[in-house]
């Protein structure tokens, strides 16, 4: 749903049902996202040392680390164009702008869980997180 106030912190807000349809597609670009971050941190150490001087940076080396960040920069955009927010990689935490009660505030998901179910105040973090009443 996007809404055209322009009081509102973000552009597009989602139902909670349009956050629900988004959550295969969150779980496989988080899936993306820890994949070129670990394929990023392995060839991070190498890296150093093929910046020294005299040293070559291109291979096979250099080639993976392109496009794991390629890749790591795709899947960013995917949440970026959709105001979709990535609060931790590693627990899947996930946020979608929308409404409760007429305020604007994010929907929350954590990977694992079933369901969107908790919403917090855009200041809030976690520990905000509050049933929605279902």
Same mark, same amino acid.
């Given at each position: ?28 670009? #988080?899936?993306?996202? !820890? =994949?070129?971050?670990?394929?990023? @941190? ?5 890296? &150093?040392?093929? *910046?020294? $001087? ?17 890749? #790591?920069?795709?899947? !960013? =955009?995917?949440?970026?164009?959709? @105001? ?5 990689? &590693?627990?899947? *935490?996930? $946020? ?17 869980? #079933? ?20």
């Amino acid at each position: 749903m996007n809404s055209p106030s322009l009081n509102h912190r973000f552009r597009r807000h989602y139902t909670r049902e349009e956050a629900r349809q988004m959550i295969p597609s969150v779980t496989g670009w #988080l899936d993306s996202l !820890l =994949r070129s971050r670990a394929d990023l @941190e392995k060839a991070g150490v190498p890296m &150093e040392g093929l *910046l020294r $001087d005299g040293c070559s940076v291109g291979g096979n080396l250099a080639r993976r680390y392109l496009g794991a960040f390629l890749e #790591l920069q795709a899947v !960013l =955009r995917e949440f970026s164009t959709r @105001e979709i927010f990535v609060k931790d990689i &590693e627990r899947g *935490l996930i $946020d979608f702008p929308a409404f409760v009660a007429g305020r604007e505030v994010f929907l929350c998901w954590e990977k694992g869980e #079933l369901d969107v179910v908790y919403w917090h105040d855009l200041d809030a973090g976690y520990s905000g997180r509050t049933p929605l009443d279902l």
